[in-house]
């Protein structure tokens, strides 16, 4: 069920100049046939191979760290060299098994990050690339999104308004929701440590130009427009839902390269600040048949009805973001009970994907509301 759509990226000799070879990449996780704690666990990465060739031709192995405290060095299953043999696409692979049910984050963390204008300082004091996702084990098998790189070129158009499609695809049809967020990078020398990279500016916050939006629902990412040219780094974060449930979220980072190209400019729009998603770092990794957690109307069109119902008396906090985090809504109930419910208004918000958060007893748990 995987399919890679091929980063297409042309870099310009004497235009923009490149010290090392890591593009980006994202790592995907899927079930074994048989095993509900057995996965297999693919790392795809993109290199830099005009510049980086060297570099490039002895990433045989790279370190994985599965979440439960083991690691392993995992070898390259394969390498597709693109564009015009400029970019390469590769892959390791291998299994791995979890000794229980629960959430588990898998990283890997790689030295020589391609310099981005929007990292400051990136080409002295370079941070690691760090690509993550965090997945829930259970008794239900689910893989993880393939993510899509357009077949579009990666090399954009300054002063031209660019629009890429970052669509991915999953093999069990849950709902997918997009965000922008920071690029990781190693925290400390602990190589299964990861944060975000503080100095990262979104593209077009460094300059304070124009508007830089991803779509929550679709993965569609417009620039609106680039006006200074160079190497951007970009992220995003994929959320997977079923029926409501977040069952993981994946970390892609991908190259976008400002070149003057031929064209009639664009009109620059008001400045927008970029609007940057959450990240996700543990799962409801349980599944408690004492709790029920309702919401309805589901879509909903003005008023939400939320009920938490628990065998035993609990306490319950609510909160509602929409699909970039931003907090729109936060409830806690004053007393400890077997039922909270509340009344949440959403007529006065914008059609699109929100998240109710409820917190019961120290324990997460998230719906997803579609506003009609």
Same mark, same amino acid.
């Given at each position: 069920m995987r399919t890679f759509l091929l980063l297409s990226l042309l870099i310009l000799g004497g235009q923009v100049s490149y010290g090392t070879h890591l593009l980006g990449g994202y790592i995907q996780v899927k079930p074994i046939a048989g095993s509900s704690l057995t996965y297999e666990v693919t790392a795809t990465l993109y290199l830099n191979e005009r510049e980086g060739a060297t570099?490039?031709? /002895?990433?045989?192995?790279?370190?994985?760290? #599965?979440?439960?405290?083991?690691?392993?060095?995992v070898t390259r299953q394969s390498r597709l060299?693109?564009? /015009?043999r400029e970019i390469s696409v590769n892959t390791y692979r291998m299994n791995h098994t979890y000794a229980g049910p629960g959430t588990y984050s898998v990283t890997t963390s790689l030295q020589n990050r391609t310099p981005?204008?929007?990292?400051?300082?990136?080409?002295?004091?370079q941070e690691s690339l760090t690509l993550r996702t965090t997945f829930l084990t259970n008794t239900t098998p689910n893989q993880t999104p393939a993510l899509a790189l357009t077949t579009a070129s990666f090399q954009i158009a300054a002063n031209q308004r660019t629009t890429l499609s970052l669509q991915a695809k999953d093999a069990e049809g849950d709902s997918l929701v997009y965000a922008l967020t920071r690029p990781l990078t190693i925290n400390t020398n602990d190589p299964c440590s990861f944060r975000s990279i503080g100095s990262y500016q979104f593209p077009n916050d460094l300059t304070r130009q124009g508007t830089f939006k991803l779509a929550?629902?679709?993965?569609?990412?417009?620039?609106?427009? $680039?006006?200074?040219?160079?190497? #951007?780094?970009?992220?995003?974060?994929?959320s997977e839902y079923r029926n409501g449930v977040l069952l993981s979220q994946t970390i892609?980072?991908?190259?976008?390269?400002?070149?003057?190209? $031929?064209?009639?400019?664009?009109? +620059?729009?008001?400045?927008?600040?970029? +609007?940057?998603g959450a990240l996700v770092t543990a799962l409801s990794n349980y599944k408690d048949e004492d709790v029920s957690f309702t919401v309805f109307p589901n879509p909903v069109d003005d008023r939400l009805q939320v009920v938490v119902q628990t065998s035993q008396p609990s306490t319950v906090s609510l909160r509602l973001v929409d699909a970039n985090g931003r907090e729109l809504h936060r409830l806690a109930f004053n007393r400890v009970a077997r039922q909270h419910e509340q009344v949440i208004g959403m007529g006065s918000l914008a059609q699109g994907v929100y998240l109710i958060h409820a917190t019961i007893d120290g324990r997460s748990?998230?719906?997803?509301?579609?506003?009609k």
């Open positions: 570099a490039a031709d /002895n990433m045989n192995g790279i370190l994985l760290c #599965f979440g439960d405290g083991q690691t392993q060095t060299l693109v564009s /015009n981005s204008v929007n990292i400051p300082n990136s080409a002295t004091q929550s629902r679709t993965g569609e990412l417009t620039w609106d427009m $680039p006006t200074q040219l160079g190497y #951007f780094s970009v992220a995003i974060t994929v892609e980072e991908i190259p976008l390269i400002v070149v003057d190209k $031929p064209g009639t400019p664009g009109v +620059l729009p008001p400045y927008e600040p970029a +609007l940057e748990m998230v719906r997803k509301i579609i506003k």
